[in-house]
Each structure stands twice: as C-alpha cells, then as structure tokens.
C-alpha cells in the first residue's frame, strides 16, 4: 500500500489544521499581543540595564574597550567622591520638599476643586496646563523669575517687601539659595498631581459622606477620617510618582545651571555644584568627561536608591492603605 508523503496535500492541511488550532488557543494569543511589548521591554529595557550594570564595573570610555576594574567605580562614589557626597545631600532636601509639596498642593486643590462651583472646571484647567509644558521651557521662564537683578519677578517681589535682591543662582556666600529656586519650580507642577487625586476622589462613594454629615461629623473630621482613608491608595501611587520624578530631575537644574547668574556653559552642575543632581552629574560624567564607566556605577546606585525609596514608601504604607474593594469582599 503506498504511503503518503510529508508533501501530500493531506500533510499539508493537516499541519495548517494543527497551526490554526494551536493559535486559536487563548493563552498563545495572550502571548502573541503582549510580543511586541516584550520585545521592546528586551530590547530597551533589560539590554541597556545589563549593559549599564556590566560597564559599572569596567573603566570605559566609549572609544576603547572596557576594561574590567571590579568594584572600584563604586568604592570611588562612597569613599572618594565628595561632589556625589554634596549632591546627595542637596537632593535628600530637594527630594523631601519637592515631593511634601507636589502632593500636599495636588491634595489640597483636587479637594477644593472637587466640589461643584461656577468655574471649577476653569481652575482645573488653569491648574493643570502648566504641567504639560516641557522641562526646558520650565527651566528657562524661572531662570527669568530667579534672575538676580532687579527685573527677576522674584527679586521685584521682595523688593516690595525691602528685601532682596537675592542672588539665587549663583550666590557666593549661600550655595542653598539655588536650591530654594529649584524647590519653588515644583509649585509649577502640581496640576498632574492633582489630576489624579480628581480621579480618585470620584472614585469615592457619596454615601460614606451622605452618612458622616447624618452622624454630625464635620468638613475636617470627614477629611480625616474618610477623604484620607479611601484615597490612601492613590497617595501612595502619588508619592512613588512623584518621588520618581524627583530622582531623575533634569531639566530644569541643567537648564538653571547653563548661562544662569553669571555663570560659564561648561559646568552643567552649577556655582559649586549648588544645582547639582544625580542624573545631572551622570550626565556630567558620561558626555563631559566621558568617564562611561564611572557613569554607569553612578546610574545603577540611583537606580538601586530609587528602587529602596519606592519599596519603603509601599512597605510604610501598608498598614494605612485603605482598599475598598478588598474591605466588601
């Protein structure tokens, strides 16, 4: 009896039968759309984190070939270092303040503008414009504002007042007005902040305030006891944003530091390093200097302090996070 062959036409509808049974299955589809994700979460995530990972531990400079140096990069950055020392410190005072005043701001307007009133939408609109604007375009208006002559609004400002002019930029007796003026641009950017506070709050059902208002409680007490409570979530999510965001500030400090008070284009960290930041000084390394080696330890320790921060906010958080959804099941 004569066999058929792997080319016969009842081989080939055979095979196609099993690839369409095979793809119609819902787990290989699943995986057939999340494809082009995982391939760029490869591509642009997990190779250049290898890659900035293996060159942290190798003096390179973009030129030559690395050269495996162990963990010298690293011992340099805690032990001898003192622009990362200083850095550090600024942006432990930028982060903590940025951040209190991005999401107490975001807070504070989302519950003011959450109520129904003529022009509420207006000022959400107003609130929340100045957000999408790029870092650049940011950094140079406030360079106008902080300017240290008499023309910069703040300078104007306090002029009322009899104070000032403040030098903020480039002050050689105190290094941390710069730091004031780079805190304050964050005032700029609580519209986003707010946004998703907005979100959340109309997330909240009416009947648990119906029901306070009934027991007698008052606009603080519902505040505290149920606004809080159920939009914990979302102020977690907020802060791990925000905090983020903070971390990698770049824009602006670079954009204060080029051409600002005085100073030359050549040091993008500012007078003595008083705009620094840690991407800045990356930066700094990797394209000044190129010291890519050195630049990389730099990435993956920012990357390891931002990693530790969110987790410790979520672990501090998780006895105070409210989630209503898991309370009804």
Do not use: C
């Amino acid at each position: 009896m004569a066999t058929a062959t792997l080319n016969s036409p009842s081989s080939e509808t055979d095979l196609w039968q099993r690839l369409q049974r095979f793809f119609r299955k819902k787990s290989v589809q699943g995986y057939l759309f999340i494809m082009p994700w995982f391939i760029g979460f490869i591509l642009f995530g997990v190779y250049p984190l290898s890659s900035t990972i293996y060159n942290s531990f190798t003096n390179y400079d973009l030129f030559d070939t690395p050269q495996w140096i162990g963990l010298k990069n690293y011992i340099q950055i805690f032990t001898k270092d003192p622009i990362f020392v200083q850095i550090s410190w600024q942006m432990l005072a930028y982060v903590t303040l940025s951040t209190a005043i991005t999401v107490g701001l975001g807070l504070l307007f989302a519950v003011l503008l959450n109520r129904s009133f003529p022009g509420n939408r207006i000022f959400r609109v107003i609130i929340y414009v100045p957000s999408l604007l790029v870092g650049v375009a940011t950094g140079t208006m406030f360079k106008q504002v902080f300017d240290s002559s008499s023309i910069g609004l703040a300078n104007t400002v306090l002029g009322w007042a009899h104070l000032g002019p403040v030098n903020f930029l480039s002050d050689y007796n105190n290094i941390w007005h710069s730091q004031l003026a780079l805190i304050s641009v964050n005032f700029w950017y609580t519209g986003g902040t707010m946004l998703i506070f907005l979100a959340g709050l109309k997330g909240i059902a009416p009947a648990y305030y119906e029901a306070a208002q009934l027991d007698g409680a008052g606009p603080f007490t519902i505040f505290r006891r149920i606004t809080i409570p159920l939009l914990s979530p979302v102020i977690v999510l907020n802060t791990i944003l925000v905090l983020i965001g903070h971390i990698q500030v770049f824009d602006t400090p670079i954009t204060f530091a080029v051409g600002g008070g005085g100073l030359t284009v050549s040091d993008p960290l500012g007078y003595k390093y008083s705009l620094g930041t840690w991407v800045v000084y990356i930066y700094k390394q990797g394209f000044q200097e190129f010291n890519f080696g050195y630049a990389s330890a730099l990435s993956v320790v920012v990357f390891l302090v931002t990693l530790l921060l969110s987790l410790g906010v979520i672990w501090l958080s998780r006895r105070n996070t409210y989630y209503d959804a898991l309370q009804r099941n």
